[in-house]
């Protein structure tokens, strides 16, 4: 055991760093368990929290991975769980009671970008040949830990699995590309795993190893054409094993999917156009920035930024490897501002919101550049300053041409940046110098303290921005359990439970877009707010009167009493009394009561046809119509009114 802990030591040090570093983070923020702030934001709060508390109840046997009647209408889960629930780390979920979800929620952001610093240690190790210093490696490893996709997008929890897959699958095609075995099997693992835990950004992971194939065949020193055919032979079979490896959860979710509301494709989309300015990624580059629908953010720490721009001004590279790192360098900023390969690695889906959700392999290029300079540069007799200069003096020429021709934004930190960047540059020349050489271990150690200093400081600035507040999501859990609990032990049948107000929804504003507690209190209700719901599901629901939004949430604010009746609704939690409901005894929790529906029919009964709603017949004709079939008599649910002018 001993000696498996010290030939993996640097692996699991790293991991540790990143791991205390987070913790002190979130601790000095006031985050849970340390305090009242949690980084379940945005579609974390309003989606994953219930998802999280139904994967509890799923683990515990209460709940069903494959159908369940929290889902809409009730249908097969699949794809949910595919996509947001089958990460290794959400088995922890079972030690945390539904209320202390925050603090698991960020518990497993912290584990997630510590075993990124893990596996990026070990990409970087094994590419530049274990040459590479350790402490430049752990720098360049929390550079990638701690860039700003993982922090900014930190609330999209389940796609930060790619981020500590991918470095093992460009591990995986650079060994493949040096016609070593293991590389195959690691590429298939990795691929495979990646698209189980989650499809999406194992996808995404999938189309940049193949761009990351190209640049290795030619970055290969003595390669041939049988070489170079043995590679993608070998890179293609250890696709096809990895697609194999993921065929038990993907294969069905694929099935799944094609039954859904946004299971098509918007090829028009697919444009000659570009989306921004590309001169934006340079501010962009700066401390608490964040990506927006024209600009993208690639942020991690200016040590990468200034070991990715000296490659250039390097002697110890060939005109060759510039340039091909050069052109994909050019590929991958034009991923985030061109048109149709924004598409492309957005999955032929109009991404509309979480701007760029891939830039994370941006940022591991980045990295990579890093790690060839600092590999020749700290190797050298005499480590050479003048590339660092060069490149010092490059940035700042190129941030002043951006300054000078892009919209002055008060918010980019220009100073601050600066500062950073020239004292690292300092620091590195004192490494540098020879005769400074018997005090450089105290010089290493600052330059440790100063890259920490500024990865902590921009995740600092970009979390304190985003947080929830714990406390308020804890009560509400507490009383809505109690509640449904109670109700439940009133009532032991089958039936649906709605509601009029939901958690966070704002005072006498009636807006929100949480509508999964049936997923967190293990409930069946006729609101959902889920990526891929069944799109004839929520038709049926619009055509009684809840309207769809955005091909994906059912609105249900309001009881439609022969809506509710006619799907089972025999319950409605409501701050206001509701007319034609009857309230029953049971305690009031979020300031709701329970109202019981006289009306509501049995969830089964046979109904020989339904009609389709045309386009001439509005929500109230529909619904007499579908109370005709269903009774197999005319039935006037609601008649019109008479009118006049006055």
């Keep these: 055991m001993l000696s498996v802990l010290k030939k993996y030591s640097l692996y699991i040090g790293n991991f540790l760093f990143a791991f205390l570093i987070l913790s002190a983070i979130l601790f000095i923020g006031g985050f849970a368990p340390f305090g009242n702030k949690s980084l379940a934001i945005m579609d974390a709060s309003i989606q994953y929290l219930d998802f999280f508390a139904y994967w509890k109840d799923v683990l515990l046997g209460q709940n069903s991975a494959t159908f369940t ?75 990638y830990a701690l860039m700003q996709y993982n922090i900014a997008q930190s609330s999209n929890i389940m796609w930060l699995d790619g981020v500590y897959l991918l470095p093992l699958s460009l591990l995986g095609v650079y ?251 300092f620091i590195l020349c004192l490494v540098s110098a020879s005769h400074l050489q018997r005090y450089k271990k105290y010089v290493v150690v600052s330059l440790c303290l100063l890259v920490g200093s500024e990865l902590s400081y921009n995740t600092y600035l970009l979390i304190m921005n985003m947080f929830s507040e714990v406390k308020v999501y804890q009560n509400y859990v507490k009383q809505q359990d109690r509640q449904i609990t109670a109700l439940k032990k009133y009532d032991a049948g089958y039936y649906r439970i709605s509601q009029t107000k939901v958690k966070g929804e704002e005072d006498n504003i009636n807006i929100t877009a949480n509508y999964n507690e049936a997923y967190g209190f293990n409930y069946w209700s006729i609101a959902s707010y889920i990526s891929s719901p069944s799109g004839t599901q929520l038709k049926l629901l619009s055509d009684l009167g809840y309207r769809t939004e955005g091909d994906r949430i059912s609105i249900v604010n309001t009881s439609i009493l022969p809506t509710d009746s006619f799907l089972g609704v025999k319950y409605i939690l409501s701050p206001y009394p509701i007319k034609g409901l009857e309230k029953i005894t049971l305690q009031k929790a979020n300031e709701k009561d329970v109202y019981k529906n006289p009306y509501a029919l049995p969830l089964g009964f046979i109904v020989h046809d339904i009609a389709e709603r045309s386009n001439g017949l509005n929500v109230f004709d529909y619904e007499n119509e579908v109370y005709t079939q269903a009774a197999a008599i005319p039935t006037k649910i609601f008649k019109p009114l008479a009118y006049g002018r006055l």
């Design 175 to 425: 060994l493949v590309t040096q016609q070593r075995s293991r590389g195959l099997y690691l590429l298939a693992l990795s691929i495979g795993f990646g698209l189980i835990v989650n499809w999406y950004v194992g996808a995404i992971n999938c189309l940049f190893s193949f761009g990351w194939l190209i640049l290795e065949i030619c970055l290969a020193e003595n390669i041939t054409l049988k070489k170079t055919g043995w590679s993608i032979l070998s890179y293609a079979w250890a696709m096809i094993i990895g697609i194999m490896i993921s065929a038990v959860t993907f294969l069905p979710t694929v099935s799944s999917m094609g039954q859904q509301s946004r299971s098509g494709l918007d090829w028009s989309l697919m444009t000659n156009t570009f989306r921004g300015n590309i001169l934006s990624v340079i501010p962009s580059y700066t401390l608490g920035a964040t990506s927006s629908p024209t600009n993208v953010s690639l942020f991690c720490g200016s040590l990468v930024l200034l070991g990715a721009v000296s490659l250039f001004f390097s002697s110890g590279f060939k005109t060759k490897e510039k340039l091909v790192l050069g052109i994909f360098l050019i590929i991958s900023l034009l991923m985030y501002y061109w048109q149709p390969l924004f598409m492309l690695f957005s999955l032929l889906k109009d991404a509309t919101s979480y701007w760029y959700r891939y830039s994370y392999v941006g940022s591991m290029f980045l990295v990579f550049m890093a790690s060839l300079f600092f590999e020749k540069w700290s190797n050298e007799p005499q480590n050479n300053i003048v590339p660092l200069l060069k490149a010092t003096v490059s940035i700042a020429g190129i941030s002043l041409v951006a300054w000078y021709f892009l919209p002055k934004v008060s918010e980019i930190r220009w100073v601050q940046s600066g500062i950073f960047l020239g004292m690292i540059v």
């Design 69 to 143: 009647f929290s889902n809409l209408l009730g249908s097969g889960n699949w794809s949910q769980i595919t996509y947001y629930l089958l990460s290794p780390f959400n088995l922890l979920v079972v030690f945390f009671s539904k209320e202390n979800l925050n603090t698991f929620f960020n518990l497993v952001v912290v584990l997630k970008l510590s075993v990124a610093a893990m596996t990026s240690t070990i990409f970087l190790n094994v590419r530049t040949k274990y040459s590479l210093k350790k402490w430049l490696l752990t720098l360049l490893a929390l550079s």
